[in-house]
């Protein structure tokens, strides 16, 4: 039965099995319920698996040693379900110490499976979201990596940060305004755009593109935000008209 197929007191007993039985493994290095829970079909299942591993880690100092083995050890399963929720472990571990599980990214931005990748993605925006400094200057050193997958996905890991605190890797997006591939060229438009219609971002936004060189890539960019005022017009936190107005304003229109 699927975790959403449960009565609430049910999920709330599942997830409190989930979380003592990985305890339980940890504490006598047993990979059965890790492998077991990491490789669930329901994806559910798994977040709660990585969420319950990440809050052992935090409360059990003792552990912290055996979590990290653990881990480290399944992502070298042949499973891209255990090696994805191991990456997402390693992602609620990095909001409070991303040091200790770099690596964890250094591999996984390099594995076969899109999904395990696409973990790396998603725990960057978390990590970048509440532990910025570090995950920031890690994300720094891959946005010249001679694979423009792991450009194009460092671009996308990034955003999180930027819709709060777009200063942050207004930056950082810059060094890619000359990037010659379609795929990571199209998602710094489309990050910028997401960037952009967040609260107090916009201005941020537009002031930074003044100084930006590729004015071809300034206009898609712009474009992109007003489209992105009119998609999202029910979160948007200015509307479509103002974003014309002001962009043309500042004479970039």
């Known amino acids: ?5 449960l009565g ?3 999920r709330a007993a599942l997830v409190a099995n989930i979380q003592a039985h990985l305890e339980a493994a940890f504490r ?16 559910y299942i798994r977040k709660w698996a990585y969420i319950a591993t990440g809050r052992i880690y ?10 990290r083995e653990q881990l480290w050890q399944l992502l070298d399963n042949p499973g891209e379900k255990v090696r994805q929720t191991a990456v997402n472990a390693a992602g609620e571990i990095g909001k409070e110490d991303f040091a200790i599980v770099q690596p964890f990214f250094d591999k996984g931005l390099f594995d076969d499976h899109h999904m395990v990748r696409n973990a790396v993605i998603g725990s960057v925006k978390k990590m970048g979201e509440v532990n910025p400094e570090p995950v920031l200057l890690w994300a720094t050193t891959y946005l010249h990596h ?9 671009c996308h890991g990034i955003e999180l940060r930027g819709r709060v605190y777009p200063e942050d890797i207004l930056p950082l997006l ?4 000359w990037d010659q591939t ?14 952009a219609y967040k609260k107090g971002c916009l201005e941020k936004v537009v002031e930074d593109l003044k100084a930006w ?7 898609d960019a712009l474009a992109e935000i007003v489209s992105v005022h009119h998609r999202y017009r029910n979160f948007a936190a200015r509307t479509q008209a103002y974003a014309k107005q002001y962009i043309a304003g500042q004479a970039m229109l």
């Open 1 to 5: 039965m699927a975790f959403y197929d």
């Open 8 to 10: 609430k007191k049910e």
């Open 28 to 43: 006598s290095n047993d990979k059965l319920y890790p492998i077991l829970y990491f490789s669930d079909q329901d994806t």
């Open 58 to 67: 935090l409360a059990v100092q003792q552990l912290r040693g055996s979590i």
């Open 146 to 154: 001679p694979d423009k997958e792991i450009r194009r996905e460092i």
């Open 174 to 177: 810059r060094v890619l305004e």
């Open 182 to 195: 379609a795929r990571v060229r199209n998602t710094l438009v489309h990050v910028l755009g997401q960037i």
């Open 213 to 219: 060189e590729n004015k071809t890539l300034v206009q």
